[in-house]
């Protein structure tokens, strides 16, 4: 028989075997409406919770299938309870608050097997005014150090005739799917989340998780008795994670409100990651342009050849591009050798120090360096993990050799090659992977936009130099992969889980070979309505310059870092409003767009300083403008406003608006 963990045990001091679990009680957020109760019948341990008297998850059951033991979660006693209340207000790097606070009941409860086995561990609850979030905590202890999980229990007993916004996992585009709205017992496929769902009694939450390390993605599907649960992504041999004691799962979470816009100002999932243990202060939020687009509608190639896109000429007129528009960044694609021929074949053996001929990356640099401009180096790994992490080291030092601090590595394809093996990009080793290079990119103080990511779970409060990720259908999918309806779901869904590199910006929306769905409005709309530290400007330097620069006006005003937000009005897949201050300067800007319905809103400025003026600068679709023959229709108008006014705005159907709110000396 095992004996149980003497260090412990002697954590729990005082006397284990005394009632200290009340499970008749309720354990409230800070402000009472919202209430968990713990349920421990017949030695099973479960949960659910309810917003003052409204069940947001029924009775819910935790615990784990562990390889060679019987199931963790059953035959359990409590034998010691812990309470505490945590109220703190921290500073942020960068993101959309400046100052965020962290505002939790907790509740950790000390339970042991009674069965012969006797193995312990913790379950920590965090109750929020907005959420609830939990994680396992499991001990070393005899016979019990290294395990593999074959299965985690929790479930998130919601109504079955709710509505959730899924994309599936487990596919080959990894998160880059449309949503699709579904009633919840029809999630008999993984969903990856956030997943957000709206409740039958009307309130919303979006379940997700929090502090993702060392462990595989949490999907969510209905299991044999009909409950949503927890279904960790495998490895290639069905495992879902290989783990030494001790060890902390990812927090689980659930976000709630009483609206969809309730839902987008929820800090939960930075909260419960840990602050940064070192220095962080050389990160900074940047805009930038690309060797990128171009080669999307056919007029450059990744490839070498004549039409290659990454050449040294192409390099220094870009930059000289980004010291005319001030815009900070640039990024190359197609630089390295690798790109020819079937690339994504050609990921085994891609060199990620090895400039194609035509490219002076060296010269490029020493070029943007006297031009004050970065260069945004890429990697693009077709997720061969294997021949990336074999030249991590040379290639992040190549890059911060040359001076560059940015680097958008990519992870196209279905899978990843890993120790020889096919795996998922959201496996363990997926994330083991990811976390690897985001510490060595620090350490050479490296900020990252990762494409082809694993999921946002909040780990860039402890890693600032995470700028941003993709992680969704992005504007790469135009031209007959984007619908309106899928930049007015992503506030509710994708973007709860942290910054998104949406490539905005595009204003050749009519090109042929990637025609946009979308107006010009709405394109400067997304540089506020989808935050992201790094945030491309997607086009060719020459729309800009010559198509419209009277529009390209808000792209250079609108700031990449904020001080705080205020969500205005939102309805999932139709519309969505947000106003956002800049952090160290006195402006607001708004940004707005709708589905492919036009869409009247009134904003309200009651967010503005109440002793100043300020000029609104409009930019918004003209009456007759509309997404599919009218895009570029674009109204720019300057009105004096206060706080007490409002601002009426039309969007076109596929429209948007963007205002600039410039506060008066
Ligand atoms: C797919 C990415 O999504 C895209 O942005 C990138 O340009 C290509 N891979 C090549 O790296």
């Not at 993702?212 to 879902?240: F, H, R, V």
């Not at 609108?558 to 300067?585: F, L």
């Amino acid at each position: 028989m095992a004996k149980p963990f003497q260090g412990f045990l002697n954590m729990l001091r005082g006397n284990n075997h005394s009632p200290v679990v009340d499970l008749e009680k309720a354990y409230l957020s800070p402000d009472e409406h919202v209430r968990l109760k713990i349920n421990l019948r017949q030695g099973h341990i479960s949960y659910s919770v309810m917003y003052d008297d409204a069940v947001i998850l029924r009775d819910s059951k935790l615990g784990f299938k562990i390889r060679g033991y019987p199931e963790l979660g059953s035959y359990l006693a409590v034998v010691r309870a812990t309470e505490k209340y945590v109220g703190e207000t921290w500073e942020t790097v960068w993101g959309e608050e400046h100052f965020i606070s962290n505002n939790y009941n907790e509740l950790a409860l000390y339970l042991t097997e009674t069965s012969k086995t006797k193995r312990l561990f913790t379950l920590r609850f965090r109750i929020f005014n907005d959420g609830v979030a939990f994680r396992y905590e499991i001990p070393p202890q005899p016979a019990f150090s290294r395990i593999e999980v074959e299965d985690e229990l929790t479930e998130f007993n919601v109504d079955l005739n709710s509505e959730a916004w899924k994309i599936p996992a487990y596919q080959p585009d990894r998160y880059e799917y449309n949503y699709e709205k579904v009633p919840v017992y029809e999630l008999e496929k993984s969903v990856h989340t956030p997943l957000t769902i709206a409740l039958k009694n009307k309130y919303y939450i979006s379940i997700h998780e929090a502090a993702l390390y060392n462990y595989g993605e949490m999907t969510l599907k209905l299991d044999e008795w009909k409950a949503l649960k927890s279904d960790i992504t495998p490895l290639s041999d069905g495992i879902k994670a290989r783990i030494e004691l001790p060890f902390d799962t990812p927090w689980r979470m659930v976000m709630i409100a009483k609206s969809p816009i309730g839902l987008t100002k929820n800090h939960i999932m930075l909260n419960l990651n840990d602050p940064p243990t070192s220095d962080f202060s050389w990160v900074k939020p940047i805009k930038f342009l690309g060797i990128w687009w171009a080669m999307y509608v056919g007029e450059w190639t990744w490839a070498s050849g004549p039409r290659h896109g990454a050449t040294t000429q192409h390099a220094i007129e870009y930059i000289d591009a980004c010291r005319r528009l001030n815009i900070g960044g640039l990024l190359l694609e197609g630089w390295n050798g690798g790109w020819d021929g079937d690339w994504l074949l050609n990921g085994k053996t891609t060199d990620f120090s090895r400039p194609m001929p035509d490219c002076d990356m060296p010269g490029i640099a020493e070029y943007a360096r006297a031009n004050g401009v970065e260069i945004i180096g890429h990697h693009e790994t077709v997720g061969f993990v294997d021949n990336y992490e074999s030249q991590l080291e040379t290639s992040y030092k190549y890059y911060s050799d040359l001076g560059i601090h940015y680097i958008k590595p990519g992870y196209a394809g279905s899978m990843m090659t890993i120790q020889g093996n096919r795996e998922y990009h959201h496996s363990q080793l997926g994330v083991l992977h990811y976390q690897k290079s985001l510490e060595l990119a620090a350490k050479y103080h490296i900020c990252l936009d990762v494409h082809e990511p694993i999921k946002g779970t909040g780990i860039e409060r402890t890693f600032p130099n995470l700028l941003t990720r993709e992680g969704a259908r992005g504007q790469e999918y135009e031209g007959g992969a984007l619908n309106p309806s899928h930049a007015c779901i992503l506030p509710f869904t994708r973007l709860l889980s942290g910054a998104m590199d949406y490539t905005p910006g595009i204003f050749d929306i009519t090109n042929g070979t990637k025609r946009l769905s979308s107006t010009l409005a709405r394109q400067l709309a997304y540089f506020v309505t989808i935050p992201s530290g790094m945030q491309m400007a997607a086009d060719r330097p020459r729309f800009y310059e010559e198509v419209n620069p009277a529009a390209f006006k808000f792209i250079q005003d609108v700031p990449v870092n904020w001080e705080t937000s205020v969500p205005i009005m939102g309805a999932i897949g139709e519309y969505y409003v947000v106003a956002r201050k800049e952090r160290n300067g006195n402006d607001w800007f708004v940004g707005g767009v709708t589905n492919e319905n036009a869409h009247k809103v009134r904003v309200s400025l009651d967010y503005l300083d109440p002793n100043a003026t300020y000029t609104a600068e409009i930019y918004r679709d003209s009456e007759i403008a509309h997404f599919r023959d009218n895009p570029l229709d674009i109204s720019i108008e300057t009105t004096d406003v206060t706080k007490d006014n409002f601002i009426d705005v039309w969007m076109a159907p596929g429209g948007g608006f963007a205002i600039r709110l410039h506060k008066n000396a």
